[in-house]
């Protein structure tokens, strides 16, 4: 029983194409998207603490994480230099 529940869950692959719609619409709603992705974990009865979606699915949520802050980084500087240039 115990070894049924070390699985990993590969429910996040339906999520994952939205993930990166959010990243690239929403940024900082993709990073988080990505960030829960990473970074949930379940605990086992035996109090063994593991993550709760599979390496690949984390991985994607870490690509996830960095695009969402490069696309809010990139949205912010250019209204920053549109700001500047209207004055």
Not at 36 to 55: N, Q, S
Request: hydrophobic letters at 45%; a positive charge; glycine letters at 10%.
């Amino acid at each position: 029983r115990l070894e049924q529940l070390k699985q990993t869950s590969n429910e996040a692959k339906a999520f994952i194409p939205l993930g990166f719609v959010l990243c690239f619409i929403g940024g900082i709603v993709g990073s988080l998207f990505g960030w829960y992705l990473v970074y949930t974990h379940k605990t086992l009865p035996d109090g063994t603490v593991i993550p709760l979606y599979a390496e690949q699915e984390r991985n994607k949520g870490k690509t996830m994480i960095w695009l969402g802050i490069a696309i809010t980084i990139l949205v912010a500087a250019l209204y920053f230099i549109q700001s500047f240039q209207s004055v």
